[in-house]
């Protein structure tokens, strides 16, 4: 028999898996001074992770804070358009700090999402990334670091930071499979906001270089 109908929706509020129902997304930094500084990855392969984990955050309107450092001091700019543009509504926090976690405006924000289970992504992965990952795991929360949707000054110190975060703890994902995980059924009503997101995906993953083709329209 034909299967065309999906499985029943498990618990969103107590399950292990990642729902748009039990987790909040923050981007720290991605800032174009950051960029310039990145050695692991190009900002076209960042971007592919970071603008799909935007897209994500918006289409299923999963809780988001955006980060800044040094805006409000003159010496850098604010978050790239390509992220801010999916992200409606959503001010940006400004800190002198390098630690996020250590600045009370972005502590209250997460707070104020009610969740305590994070999906993470920030330039770069040692420190904006790391710091932030270590001290909140340190008070309980779940953290799960994007990581095809951040980058180092270097690979060795982009892979270090993903060793010393995992082995505190974080549990790493990827933009794509995140977005799996939200969507989890393609015959749910909602599945078509995850069609549009992946479509887009490997449609600019193309122009980066890549032959991958749209493997999931209707």
Wanted: proline share 6%; glycine share 8%.
């Amino acid at each position: 028999m034909p299967k065309t109908q999906p499985e029943p929706v498990r618990d969103p509020q107590n399950g292990h898996l990642l729902t748009p129902q039990n987790c909040a997304i923050v981007f720290i930094d991605f800032q174009p001074g950051q960029y310039a500084t990145v050695g692991s990855a190009t900002r076209a392969q960042i971007d592919l992770g970071a603008v799909t984990l935007a897209k994500l955050a918006h289409a299923y309107e999963v809780p988001t804070v955006a980060t800044t450092v040094a805006v409000d001091m003159g010496v850098n700019e604010a978050t790239v358009p390509e992220i801010m543009n999916e992200l409606s509504g959503v001010e940006q926090i400004d800190r002198t700090g390098v630690n996020s976690w250590e600045d009370a405006d972005f502590r209250a924000a997460v707070e104020a999402t009610g969740r305590k289970t994070i999906v993470m992504a920030g330039l770069w992965t040692e420190v904006c990334l790391a710091f932030p990952t270590l001290d909140m795991l340190d008070e309980g929360y779940e953290i799960y670091p994007v990581i095809d949707a951040v980058g180092g000054v270097s690979t060795v110190s982009h892979d270090t930071a993903i060793t010393r975060m995992v082995q505190a703890g974080a549990h790493p994902v990827t933009s794509l499979a995140f977005g799996c995980e939200l969507m989890r059924n393609w015959a749910r009503p909602d599945a078509d906001r995850f069609r549009t997101i992946i479509n887009d995906y490997f449609s600019r993953k193309r122009e980066i270089g890549d032959e991958s083709g749209d493997l999931f329209k209707q």
